[in-house]
């Protein structure tokens, strides 16, 4: 039996949803500059800002080094970067799996982010993306620090 999931986090932003989507959108190559859990990016085809372009990543999750070979898409209007797996680590607990980002503008507070993780397990067993989402918690966290600090 096929276990199809999606897991979801919001987090508020001190930056705006413009700045944290144009971070994703325009300078992708400085995300290990900012991110501690993410040690470096490559560009395997396209360019770091087009949309399609196939880019590989070395980052930690739970203390462990992971490799992620992604074939990235943007919406622009609403602002969203979905980074869907190719090839790495996670495909040793998923079948499918997509990353994506959603920068929000909150017209009542602060604007925030949606993390969210669209998956399926290769069988019952494995685990549900719980430490990946971890990590794009961290992440968040430490491009709206860096966006601060720009």
Known sequence: ??????????????????????????????????????????????????????????????????????????????????????EGDVFNYYKNYTASWQAVHNHGGPDFVKASIEYEKLNESMPHPVDYIDVMVNMARDVDAHLLRA
Request: with cysteine; glycine share 10%.
């Open 1 to 86: 039996m096929a276990v199809r999931g999606r897991v979801e986090v919001e987090m508020d932003l001190k930056s705006s949803a413009d700045q944290f989507y144009g971070f994703f959108r325009k300078t992708p190559h400085h995300l290990p500059n900012a991110c501690t859990d993410l040690h470096s990016g490559e560009i395997h085809e396209g360019e770091w800002h087009s949309g399609g372009s196939i880019r590989k990543w070395i980052y930690s999750v739970r203390g462990k080094k992971e490799t992620l070979k992604e074939k990235v898409r943007f919406d622009d209007h609403n602002k969203i970067a979905a980074h869907v797996g190719i």
